[in-house]
T-cell receptor, first 113, second 115 residues
Framework: DAKTTQPPSMDCAEGRAANLPCNHSTISGNEYVYWYRQIHSQGPQYIIHGLKNNETNEMASLIITEDRKSSTLILPHATLRDTAVYYCIVRVEFKAAGNKLTFGGGTRVLVKP | GAGVSQSPRYKVAKRGQDVALRCDPI?????LFWYQQALGQGPEFLTYFQNEAQLDKSGLPSDRFFAERPEGSVSTLKIQRTQQEDSAVYLC?????????????FGEGSRLTVL
C-alpha cells in the first residue's frame, strides 16, 4: 500500500473550516484514500473514503487532486469535539487475506475556542 | 451492545505474567483485526481473522503473542510472559465483509501496563 505524508500537528479555530492535507505521491490507480480519526482514549473512527471524485458525507468532505497525488480532508465547521488525531490511509478496496489498514503517524488536530 | 466491546479496559501486570484480552465484535462481522498502539504512535497491525481462520499473523511481535477466535465471533489475544515493552493499548476492530475493509469498527481498546 502507498505511503502517506501528513503534517504532525495543526491548530484550527472553533467554527471555522479545518483543512487537513495528505500527500500520497506513489498512489496506484486502484488505491483508495481513507480517513480515520482517533479521539483521545477511543478507538479510531472511520470518516470518509474516495477514489478520484470528491466525496462528502455528514462528517466531512474529501477533495482529491486530479493527479491523485494528494488530498484534503475538510471539516466544514470544526467543533471542540473534533480535536483528535486524523489518519490518512491509502489502500486497495478489495483485497484477499491480509486486508489490513496501515496507519501512519497522523495529524494531531487541536480545535481552539 | 451495538459496537465492538473489549475487556478489560485496563490491565496492570507484573513482568512475566500472562494476560488475556477479550474482544466481542459486532454481531455478524466476518473480519476481525487486532492492533497494538504504543503511546503517541499510530495503531500497528497484529493479526487478522476471517471467521475462525487466522489468515494473517504477520504483525505479532513474538511467539509470546497468540490470538484465537474459535467460533468465529469472540476473539482473545493472549500475551505470555509479559515484558515492559508490551505496554500499549490493544485495539480490536471488526468489519462485515471478507475483503472490503474500508470501514473498520474499532473498540475502545484494552490498555496494558507491564510493571
Amino acid at each position: 500500500d502507498a505511503k502517506t505524508t501528513q503534517p504532525p500537528s495543526m491548530d484550527c479555530a472553533e467554527g471555522r473550516a479545518a483543512n487537513l492535507p495528505c500527500n500520497h505521491s506513489t498512489i496506484s490507480g486502484n488505491e483508495y484514500v481513507y480517513w480515520y480519526r482517533q479521539i483521545h482514549s477511543q478507538g479510531p473512527q472511520y470518516i470518509i473514503h474516495g477514489l478520484k471524485n470528491n466525496e462528502t458525507n455528514e462528517m466531512a468532505s474529501l477533495i482529491i487532486t486530479e493527479d491523485r497525488k494528494s488530498s484534503t480532508l475538510i471539516l466544514p465547521h470544526a467543533t471542540l469535539r473534533d480535536t483528535a488525531v486524523y489518519y490518512c490511509i491509502v489502500r486497495v478496496e478489495f483485497k484477499a487475506a491480509g486486508n489490513k489498514l496501515t496507519f501512519g503517524g497522523g495529524t494531531r488536530v487541536l480545535v481552539k475556542p | 451492545g451495538a459496537g465492538v466491546s473489549q475487556s478489560p479496559r485496563y490491565k496492570v501486570a507484573k513482568r512475566g505474567q500472562d494476560v488475556a484480552l477479550r474482544c466481542d465484535p459486532i454481531s455478524g462481522h466476518v473480519s476481525l483485526f487486532w492492533y497494538q498502539q504504543a503511546l503517541g504512535q499510530g495503531p500497528e497491525f497484529l493479526t487478522y481473522f476471517q471467521n475462525e481462520a487466522q489468515l494473517d499473523k504477520s504483525g505479532l511481535p513474538s511467539d509470546r503473542f497468540f490470538a484465537e477466535r474459535p467460533e468465529g465471533s469472540v476473539s482473545t489475544l493472549k500475551i505470555q510472559r509479559t515484558q515492559q515493552e508490551d505496554s500499549a493499548v490493544y485495539l480490536c476492530a471488526s468489519s462485515l465483509a471478507r475483503e472490503w475493509a474500508g470501514e473498520l469498527f474499532f473498540g475502545e481498546g484494552s490498555r496494558l501496563t507491564v510493571l
